[in-house]
């Protein structure tokens, strides 16, 4: 061995040992694990990791190693990520030489974000600076930047996770939270998963839904930005008027574009196709649908009639509504699937319903109304007012009956005349938002109050 490698063999032992005698205990917890390659992990007492997520993956050759240490190790300490190397230079060459799987080459030091949107700022801050003159490629992984040995998938946690969250439950900290199932095998290249969008080119890294009319994917730009990609095939599930996928995602995106420019909170078009299979990627919004979002206050029900009402405004009918539909994301609720939307003076639009947010006049076809989704809110706020959900019309009564002497009068009156008209116009979404607040008045002042539905 010559004296410059055994020099910075050296130098990784020693400087590895620092960096663990210089962390504190309040934030970190320590531990090795492994077999052929033995692994210092540090484990972060302020992140709770998910069973299935990101793994960023830092590449170096040997000769980087100090750099490495002293240059990336800081940045996630800093940042109080949890992360894993070598836990020493034996280790460190046995990973590089492939001695613990090929696949494992150039994984010497593996991030282990919480979410995505820690993972993309950490991806810009390590890619800018981690570009060392050689490195090995990890073929299995995404590579955002060319000039950059930074690599990141997407995926379950195998060996070091399962010792993270081992150590995390014996400490009571914070459970790990299931999420998104991985698109690929581990043993494909997540590359291959390619699709362009217009003028933008995503990953895709997991498969929402698949069915004949097309697919969901959960994806990501070029840039770093999170996405839904809406894929729908020509000619695929044609309606009773003879309109394809395709085609109604093209109208979709139309919508969705009319309803933005109004102002209603529904996810931004980071890019669209409409030529041949139609295609539109939506930002990813951090958000929980409203049947379990396990938030339901006098608030979140007033900006869902908002958001409906801005809609109505520009003559767009969602018909569509459901709890699924509506995101709610910190202090905001977002529309989502306008797949169905129509204008209001269209005289026909595509048959179909939702279960019991679906009207009478709305399951017959009947010319599309603002009253169809009038009919669709109500459902949902007694389900929200009465803290149960409805599975089918006769469940309506009883649910409105259980609303009486707990809500106002005129309001619980209202409520059961929309019901009884069942989709016919009389009343609007205006006059509906105005019967809500005089009952929560705390929603005219913008004040959470203290009462929950």
Not at 3 to 32: C, H, M, N, Q
Not at 330 to 349: K, P, Q, S, V, W
Request: hydrophobic fraction near 40%; aromatic fraction near 8%; glycine fraction near 8%.
């Amino acid at each position: 061995m010559s004296v410059l490698k055994a020099s910075i063999l050296e130098r990784y032992d020693t400087e590895i040992r620092g960096v663990a005698r210089r962390l504190s205990p309040s934030d970190y917890v320590t531990f090795k694990f492994g077999e052929t390659v033995k692994w210092l992990v540090f484990s972060s007492k302020r992140a709770s990791i998910p069973s299935c997520g990101w793994k960023i993956h830092v590449s170096p050759c040997l000769v980087d190693a100090s750099e490495l240490l002293t240059t990336i190790v800081p940045y996630l300490i800093s940042q109080f990520v949890t992360f894993k190397l070598p836990s020493s230079s034996a280790d460190f060459l046995t990973v590089n030489r492939g001695a613990g799987g090929i696949g494992g080459i150039g994984k010497i030091l593996t991030a282990y974000p919480t979410n995505s949107r820690e993972c993309r700022r950490h991806i810009h801050w390590l890619g800018a600076r981690w570009k060392p003159a050689k490195a090995p490629v990890i073929e299995s992984d995404f590579r955002p930047f060319a000039d950059s040995a930074v690599f990141f998938r997407y995926g379950p946690f195998t060996a070091p996770s399962v010792n993270l969250l081992a150590v995390q439950e014996r400490q009571s900290l914070i459970a790990a939270i299931p999420t998104r199932k991985p698109l690929r095998a581990r043993n494909k290249k997540q590359n291959d998963g390619r699709i362009k969008v217009g003028q933008t080119g995503f990953w895709k890294i997991s498969a929402v839904r698949s069915r004949a009319k097309g697919s969901v994917f959960w994806a990501l730009s070029d840039s770093l930005e999170f996405a839904y990609l809406k894929v729908a095939r020509t000619g695929a599930d044609e309606d009773e008027y003879g309109v394809d996928a395709s085609h109604r995602l093209c109208r979709e995106i139309e919508f969705l574009g009319a309803a933005l420019k109004a102002g209603v909170s529904c996810p931004r078009i980071l890019d669209s196709s409409t030529a041949g299979d139609a295609a539109v990627a939506l930002e990813e919004i951090s958000g929980k649908h409203l049947n379990k979002s396990g938030v339901a206050t006098p608030l979140v029900v007033s900006k869902i009639l908002r958001e409906v009402s801005k809609l109505h405004r520009v003559g767009i009918l969602h018909r569509d509504l459901k709890p699924s539909n509506i995101l709610v994301a910190e202090d905001r609720t977002f529309l989502i699937d306008f797949e169905y939307a129509c204008y209001g003076d269209e005289r026909r639009a595509p048959l179909f319903w939702s279960d019991v947010y679906t009207s009478e006049e709305g399951r017959r076809g009947s010319r599309p109304t603002r009253g169809h989704d009038v009919y669709s809110v109500a459902i949902i706020v007694i389900e929200l007012l009465a803290r149960t959900t409805i599975g089918d019309r006769l469940q309506i009564a009883r649910a409105l009956d259980l609303l009486d002497g707990s809500v106002a009068k005129p309001f619980t009156k209202m409520l059961r005349s929309i019901i009884d008209l069942q989709g016919r116009d009389g009343h609007d979404m205006g006059e509906f938002a105005a019967a809500f607040q005089d009952a929560f008045p705390e929603t005219q002042r913008g004040d959470r109050g203290r009462h929950g539905l």
